[in-house]
């Protein structure tokens, strides 16, 4: 459980309810692995559950959305089969009982601070709060999963400390819950293996995926897994064997045999022609570049984006706009924005708008649902999307068919509310960071919608931000009305992005080739890439890739008969990697220039 005894922290959540109350403590509830209950500091014993169910009412109610129950669904999970005057009697029995194992003090006829009647709901309330390690463990899986870091999947794996009440196992109340919890524990340790396997950390990688196979015999990604990575390491028969442990298992506990492709993997191990990407040696030349996304030099860009990022972190959300054209780096400055904030915590969401998305209403909220339903309990999902399951089921389609909810036709009139309930809930869990991509290519409604988000997102502590090209403006009449709009709103902050400085291209040109560079060759690829990052890139890999620039000595020179990279020499086929994209840009900086000349002639 990460909340800690000391220092109170009860107290901070008091002080944000506006009560002073001082006798109240917080409730600490664990439940993963054992059922402990503290007030405060002092442990509930365990002896003073004297009538069990008054122990399994609270574990239900900690459990219940909004920590409520009806009390006739609570009569029907403890005494199924009993009249119903009964059980509202041995109900009231119990929850004497559970009172004073939380209150030994409370007097008679005196109120209780923690279980409570509203009407026909029994509650479980602190006004001091209540922490649980449900939900301790609930958070830190969802900040870990598609995070990239390692420590953040650790410390989730570490708040999760066994299976959801043990004692309760065959409870029909609690299997769905402990069900959700597992394939939870299980994905973020499926994706640490993942990660591990990415970077090549193979051994860290087999250990996650075993600590899978010790929870569930029968799962059959995990297995796969194994087998791909003990073959990638040449331990063709501990591969092998393992196909058969999958099989083993899936016939004694589901009476099935393993899938196809599983079946197809075997084969080919078993034949000596599997071969994984994570195996395989690629022998290069030394002198070569090695291939990385750009990143350039745009700490002046990221350091203006920080502020933001600490508002977040005060409650304070914003919008950060990063205008400018194609490759000029704003997907890295938002990648960078999305990490920082992550690192500290921030949970991180993603998308992108696409030129045949246009024509979905919300779609690019719509895709950022999508990622949210992925990663999100079936459960944990119901809980964030409230009341709006209909709405946002059909603007996601992946939380659709998580809920069971069939398409209706949209009610324009709840989807503000329900993207915002969502959104706002989201960052309830933790500050949060929503980053939009291409948000020229959005549909009417989402960059409508995006425009009310700017004027109500300084409430809660969510960071929306948006990449734009700014050479559509003159096309696209809403996207210029949406920044109007921005320039409006004291939230949000515009950043435009400027084509790189000969010293930015100089020290990113020398990072691509690892070595020094010749005045010669930055001066051409400055002059072929207009100072945008990805072009840079583009015309470093030309000119390697035709064998104009060769490394003598440590430094990169221009041959003799390469004279410099001109326009011209690419603007029709490409010859070599990098020619392809960088004679498209030239091509479309080429009609720009003319279509600038042709508007000053007109003029």
């Not at 309810?17 to 365990?46: K, N, Q």
């Not at 574990?59 to 029907?76: C, F, N, S, Y």
């Not at 109340?173 to 990660?195: G, I, K, P, T």
């Amino acid at each position: 459980m990460t909340a800690e005894v000391e220092g109170d922290p009860g107290a901070a959540v008091r002080s944000r309810l506006g009560h002073a109350t001082e006798d109240v403590e917080p409730l600490y509830i664990s439940l993963l692995g054992a059922f402990e209950v503290r007030v405060g500091t002092r442990v509930v014993p365990t002896e003073s559950w004297y009538l069990r169910r008054a122990k399994s009412l609270i574990k239900m109610l900690t459990l219940a959305p909004g920590r409520r129950l009806h009390r006739g669904e609570i009569v029907d999970a403890l005494w199924p089969g009993m009249t119903f005057e009964s059980a509202v009697n041995n109900l009231h029995k119990v929850i004497y009982v559970a009172r004073r194992s939380l209150e030994p003090d409370l007097l008679p006829n005196t109120g209780s601070s923690y279980v409570r009647f509203h009407g026909d709901l029994v509650a479980l309330e602190s006004e001091a709060g209540i922490f649980t390690d449900v939900e301790d463990f609930r958070l830190a899986a969802i900040q870990a999963l598609g995070s990239g870091d390692p420590t953040l999947h650790e410390r989730a794996l570490s708040l999760y400390t066994g299976p959801l009440l043990p004692e309760d196992r065959y409870e029909d109340w609690v299997l769905r819950e402990r069900s959700a919890l597992e394939e939870l524990h299980q994905s973020v340790l499926l994706d640490l293996a993942s990660l591990h396997e990415s970077r090549g950390d193979l051994e860290p990688a087999l250990e996650a995926l075993r600590r899978v196979i010790a929870i569930d015999e029968a799962h059959e990604q995990a297995h796969v897994a194994v087998m791909r990575l003990y073959a990638a390491t040449g331990q063709r028969q501990l591969a092998l064997r393992q196909f058969h442990q999958l099989a083993a298992a899936l016939r004694e506990e589901l009476d099935a045999e393993p899938d196809p492709s599983t079946v197809a993997i075997y084969q080919r191990i078993l034949q000596g022609e599997f071969d994984s990407p994570v195996a395989r040696t690629v022998t290069k030349d030394p002198g070569a570049p090695a291939r990385e996304p750009s990143e350039a030099p745009r700490e002046d860009i990221l350091s203006g984006c920080r502020r933001s990022i600490d508002q977040l972190f005060l409650g304070v959300g914003g919008v950060i706009v990063l205008m400018g054209p194609a490759g000029i780096g704003k997907s890295w400055v938002a990648r960078k924005i999305a990490e920082e904030a992550g690192s500290r915590g921030a949970l991180t969401m993603w998308s992108a708008a696409y030129p045949e998305t246009q024509t979905r209403p919300y779609g690019l909220f719509g895709a950022a649902l999508d990622g949210i339903s992925l990663r999100v309990p079936p459960k944990s999902l119901a809980h964030l999307i409230g009341t709006f399951e209909k709405e946002l089921g059909m603007l996601a389609p992946t939380i659709g068919r998580v809920m069971g909810y069939y398409p209706e036709p949209l009610n324009e009139s709840r989807i503000f509310a329900a993207l915002t309930y969502v959104l706002a809930r989201m960052s309830q869990l933790a500050p949060s960071v929503l980053v939009l991509e291409d948000v020229q290519h959005a549909d009417e409604r989402s960059l409508e919608f995006l425009a009310h988000l700017a004027r109500i997102v300084e409430g809660f502590p969510l960071l929306v931000v948006c990449t734009v090209r700014d050479d559509e403006l003159a096309t696209n009449q809403v996207l210029t009305w949406l920044l109007q709009q921005f320039s409006e709103s004291s939230a949000t902050s515009t950043l435009r992005l400027e084509p790189l400085t000969i010293q930015d291209v100089t020290e990113l040109v020398q990072s691509l080739l690892n070595g020094q560079a010749e005045t010669g060759i930055i001066e051409a690829v400055l002059e072929a890439s207009e100072g945008i990052p990805h072009f840079v890139e583009e015309a470093v890999f030309a000119l390697r890739g035709r064998g104009l620039i060769r490394c003598i000595d440590g430094t990169w020179r221009l041959q003799s008969s390469a004279g410099s990279l001109r326009r011209g020499t690419l603007r029709d086929r490409p010859e070599a990697a990098g020619d392809y994209q960088l004679s498209r840009h030239l091509r479309e900086s080429r009609s720009r220039s003319s279509a600038q000349a042709s508007e000053r002639d007109s003029a």
